[in-house]
């Protein structure tokens, strides 16, 4: 069963002279810094803020003598129930929570998953996300990716992680094992949308939108890499897609990694191991931001779960065997 709510917001801010020159949204975005730039921005379009109690664009440039006026609504709509899920929370504080997201997990619900997903989970545990956009989560990880994810847990934060999303200021680390020796580290820089011909997944095109990864060589075994990977976009898979398109799959993923690879001469153990690896070799690792409200430099980190431990002591000991 859904859920639905209003918030209804009335606040009155003066107008400083620092904000003088600058266009309403800007300034809106800076006095009400509790709210995303864009909600603010439909407010003004839609008169439920004004300057000086009239309606205006927002474009128009201030004096730095006015006052703004907030009289809005918020409709928020959350779909779906709350339902008791484990989960591995790292952090969590009035503002935000901090978790390790397992495989297997979805994020958001969707059709063939209505259920059993993180954001049902989240509304267990913590009731007052149904009060916020999508329960708080401000980004995702693949179903079966593990590691660090930030969520919201009050307006204000929401506002706050929104917009560092958007400028790209949160740091986002990952681990990854890839089929091939790697060199070297690198830059991909290949622009990411739907698959011409496969619309459930993602293929570099040239009109796509930009997507970066940066990535580092961790460890090499005889066939595989152990990679760190840095998005300085989030693209939709994006590193499974650039590690792909640079000839270096992940271990594991069905969709972008092609055919099970089986070096020559492994071990039995790996051989399995192998066989039995059932997800894409990918890890949130790492995960910093400002904290949206005491601006305070939240860092967390997360070590390689089960799978991929256990798949990196496979490579360590065939990398032996062979000497």
């Not at 400083?16 to 006095?31: C, I, N, P, T, Y």
């Not at 009239?54 to 004096?63: D, G, H, N, S, Y």
């Not at 270096?248 to 492994?266: C, I, S």
């Not at 890890?283 to 798949?311: G, N, W, Y």
């Amino acid at each position: 069963m859904g859920q639905e709510s209003t918030e209804k917001i009335q606040q009155v801010v003066a107008v400083g002279l620092e904000q003088a020159g600058m266009r309403v949204d800007q300034a809106a975005a800076s006095l009400f810094a509790g709210y995303s730039r864009s909600r603010l921005q439909e407010w003004i379009k839609s008169g439920e803020l004004k300057v000086n109690g009239k309606k205006v664009k927002a474009k128009e440039r201030l004096l730095g003598t006015e006052t703004l006026e907030l009289d809005a609504v918020m409709a928020i709509k959350v779909e779906d129930a709350a339902e008791p899920i484990e989960l591995d929370v790292v952090y969590a504080d009035e503002h935000l929570v901090v978790i390790n997201k397992p495989a297997g997990l979805v994020v958001h619900p969707a059709a063939g998953h209505q259920q059993g997903t993180l954001l049902n989970g989240l509304l267990h545990l913590y009731p007052q996300l149904a009060n916020l956009p999508r329960a708080g989560i401000v980004h995702r990880l693949d179903k079966d990716t593990t590691g660090l994810m930030v969520i919201a847990a009050s307006l204000p934060a929401h506002a706050g992680l929104v917009d560092q999303f958007q400028e790209r200021s949160v740091h986002r680390e990952y681990a990854a094992i890839v089929y091939g020796v790697m060199t070297g580290g690198g830059c991909v820089n290949a622009p990411l949308d739907r698959h011409p011909q496969d619309r459930k997944r993602q293929a570099v095109v040239g009109t796509g939108k930009e997507a970066i990864t940066h990535y580092r060589v961790l460890d090499r075994y005889r066939a595989h890499t152990l990679v760190q990977a840095q998005l300085e976009t989030g693209r939709t898979h994006q590193i499974r897609v650039h590690m792909q398109h640079i000839r270096y799959p992940l271990v594991g993923d069905t969709v972008y990694g092609g055919r099970l690879r089986l070096p020559a001469g492994a071990t039995e153990a790996l051989r399995e191991g192998l066989q039995n690896f059932r997800r894409q070799a990918l890890h949130a690792r790492k995960l910093s931001f400002v904290h949206p409200v005491t601006q305070e430099l939240m860092i967390f980190e997360a070590e390689l779960p089960e799978d991929m431990a256990a798949m990196v002591q496979l490579l360590e000991e065939d990398r032996q065997h062979e000497l």
